[in-house]
């Protein structure tokens, strides 16, 4: 280490960055000229039993894991298994986008450096169990929001194909691939690709976060290996002295052991610019901002620099080094402090230390950008109170509003009452407490993002709450919702109550009911068969023919007997034969 900064001065910089920053924990490893000058732990894993970190303490390392899913598809380029140009349909011939032309002309390339096309759309994941191949099948309903291989747009979904890209090729899972192509070569021993198996281990990190003035820790972002569909995107965990051997393999131009672990010119390309940043989101002086395959190659100081974050729930990281300068850190952390401002602040102190750059006061400028965001939220949560209107009320009574609505892409979104409480559910795995603010609209308060998403209620033609609209992706058109039946309007026993033959009482003819699969039809004397789509309570809608529907009706016994035929101009009364 540079003369001018040994690590007696290092260390107390660190901890006050800690203290200050209200951040656990912190494990740093600087590679130089192939020697490990430093690999060790800051600060607590653990808060509550006071346990240290160390250099073998084990963090999600998230979005870091991108630069993985890379490499095995680089190992694959190697093998002659796959070209980077290549249309992934000739290998996936399933795959399938909104956008036609890129579903057809999509490569490996393509999935790699963010330019699908498609914004985050980052709730379709975060907030369900689908598995892998479930949200494959749904990312033909994502709406595209730029033109395809036009624009930069960070993109999780499109590393999950690259995963099923490998597995499709190999034969093996994405995670076996990495645990046997790279992390065993490698000899990352500590590292793996579970939380779950992260929980079991002896030395790992618990994530926290600093929010209404006070560290909490919270629970792991559950991501459990081969059942996790987002895995090649961001599931690898790891310690610093793990992290240390990635380092080396990048610093030394793709050798393990002065041998090939990959050729020069295959991880070349994850080290180029592919495609350049907006430059709008240049907040630190950066000549140019760039995305390879899997690292995103930038500027510091007129050096280049090839880096990549992570942050997923109570976590942040950074992966960094300077191929021209045989200098690499790695900075992972158990506080989620708006994403990886942490561990760039330290990566960044550290390259001009120990290159003698020009100083900056990164703790200054990154303490800078929190307060502005930590404003702007602020002055967006008063302007949210302010809109609650107590004098423009609902327009149905609230109980109308719960049931489950439906996306083909994102799922089901359930509003219910627990305990006098509104709450939206995502797919069974997101509780978020509801308000209402005015009329139809309403806000879901999102407490581990520290966000409010905002959604409305549409009702049909009769006034029914049919929909329901909100912005879970703000790059594209608010996403609608449609209000699913009643479960008991698809269970076989209870549309059983409703076979049979119906008369018209003015009219003299007939309409029979049955019952096919869990669907029912209803056949007028002489005509073809119709198939019954349920609306709501025992309504119905005549599939294909617009205005028309019919509704069941129970006696005082609770019998159903007779039926409401509403036609485009009028309403008949239907009477079930005994």
């Known amino acids: 280490m540079n003369n001018k900064w040994d690590l007696s001065d290092f260390r107390p910089f660190v901890e006050d960055i800690l203290k200050q920053w209200q951040v656990p924990g912190v494990a740093i490893a600087i590679v130089q000229n192939n020697q490990t000058i430093l690999c060790e732990g800051f600060g607590l894993r653990n808060v509550e039993q006071n346990l240290p970190v160390t250099e073998e303490t084990v963090f999600p390392i998230a979005s870091c894991t991108k630069a993985f899913t890379a490499m095995t598809l680089g190992l694959l380029v190697d093998e002659g298994k796959l070209d ?57 309903y994502l709406e595209p929001s730029r033109s395809f291989r036009s624009t930069f747009q960070y993109q999780n979904m499109m590393y999950m194909v690259a995963g099923i890209l490998v597995e499709e090729i190999t034969g093996m899972s994405w995670e076996k691939f990495v645990q046997n192509r790279i992390f065993e070569p490698l000899g990352m021993n500590h590292s793996n690709l579970s939380t779950e198996v992260t929980q079991q281990l002896d030395n790992f990190a ?5 929010q209404k003035q006070q560290l909490q820790k919270i629970p792991f972002f559950k991501a459990d290996g081969e059942n996790d569909a987002i895995g090649p995107a961001g599931n690898i965990n790891s310690c610093v002295q793990d992290m240390v051997l990635w380092l080396k393999l990048h610093l030394n131009g793709g050798k393990l052991e002065e041998q090939p672990f990959i050729l020069a010119e295959t991880l070349a390309q994850m080290h180029t610019p592919q495609i350049f940043e907006s430059p709008t989101k240049n907040q630190l002086g950066q000549e140019f901002i760039s995305y390879g395959l899997g690292w ?59 290159l003698n750059l020009e100083p900056t006061d990164w703790n200054g400028i990154f303490t800078t950008q929190q307060r502005e965001r930590e404003e702007a939220k602020k002055r967006s949560q ?19 509003y719960l049931g489950e609505y439906e996306h083909p892409g994102y799922g089901i979104v359930s509003i219910r009452m627990v305990d006098e409480q509104l709450e939206m559910v995502m797919n069974d795995k997101l509780t978020l407490p509801i308000v209402h603010c ?20 549409s009702t049909d033609l ?21 209000k699913k039946p009643d479960r008991k309007l698809t269970e076989k026993s209870f549309l059983q109550q409703f076979v049979g033959v119906y008369e018209f009482e003015s009219v003299g003819s007939t309409i029979t009911i049955a019952l096919k699969n869990e ?34 009706q129970s006696d005082e016994n609770g019998q159903f007997t007779k039926a409401l035929y509403v036609s485009l101009n009028a309403v008949f009364i239907l009477k079930k034969r005994g």
């Open 438 to 457: 005015y009329y139809d609209i309403f806000e879901a308060n999102f407490v581990q993002w520290d966000n409010r998403i905002k959604f409305s209620f």
């Open 519 to 552: 669907t029912l039809t209803a056949t007028f004397q002489g005509y073809r068969e119709n198939v019954l789509i349920p609306v709501q309570g025992t309504e119905f809608n005549f599939q294909g023919l617009s205005g028309l529907s019919i509704e069941f």
């Open 296 to 354: 995103s190659p930038c500027s510091h100081k007129g050096k280049v620099l090839i880096e990549h974050g992570g942050a997923i729930d109570g976590f942040a990281s950074l992966v960094s080094f300077m191929p021209q300068d045989h200098l690499g850190v790695v900075v992972l952390s158990n506080g989620d402090v708006s994403h990886n401002l942490i561990p760039a602040l330290i990566s960044y102190t550290i390259y001009d230390r120990l």
């Open 462 to 482: 009769k006034g029914n709450i049919a929909s329901l609209t909100t912005q879970v992706e703000p790059a594209v058109k608010d996403i609608v919702f449609t």
């Open 206 to 210: 618990s994530p926290y976060i600093y």
């Open 84 to 140: 980077w140009d290549q249309p992934i349909r000739e290998i996936l011939p399933s795959f399938q986008l909104q956008d036609k032309w890129a579903t057809e002309q999509m490569t490996a390339r393509d999935l790699l450096t963010h330019r699908s096309g498609l914004p985050r759309h980052d709730l379709l994941w975060y907030a369900s169990n689908f598995d892998r191949q479930d949200i494959f099948r749904r990312l033909r």
């Open 382 to 400: 008063e302007k949210a109170v302010v809109e609650q209107k107590k004098d423009a009320p609902p327009s149905h009574s609230i109980e109308s």
